[in-house]
């Protein structure tokens, strides 16, 4: 493991109009073996989250991604586990 960071160490701010919100994600997860860098935003559900909530999620997640502001520093947007 190269790093990790928890809650709410991991949480990143989503700019908007008016307001922000904030993404929640559960962990970040960065492992390496040699030059590669695998990097992950992890959720843990314990199967209380219904769908609708999920889906909210995943938008969020894009919303994120679409700013940019994670890429900005190294050229990678985290995976999700899947």
């Known amino acids: ?5 928890l809650e709410p160490a991991v ?4 700019p908007g109009f ?3 919100e904030t993404l929640r994600p559960d962990l970040l997860l960065v ?4 030059a590669m860098e695998w990097h992950w935003f992890t959720e843990v559900d314990l199967g ?6 999920v889906a909210r999620k ?5 919303r994120y991604y679409q700013t940019g502001r994670e890429q ?3 050229g ?3 995976k999700a586990p899947g």
Do not use: K, N, V
């Not at 493991?1 to 960071?5: P, V």
């Not at 492992?31 to 040699?34: E, F, I, K, S, Y």
């Not at 995943?58 to 894009?62: E, H, S």
């Open 72 to 74: 900005a520093p190294h």
């Open 76 to 78: 990678i947007f985290p």
């Open 48 to 53: 209380t989250e219904h769908g609708p909530a």
């Open 58 to 62: 995943c938008r969020q997640y894009l």
């Open 1 to 5: 493991m190269l790093r990790y960071e």
């Open 18 to 20: 008016g307001h922000g």
């Open 11 to 14: 949480w990143r701010s989503i």
């Open 31 to 34: 492992l390496a073996r040699g």
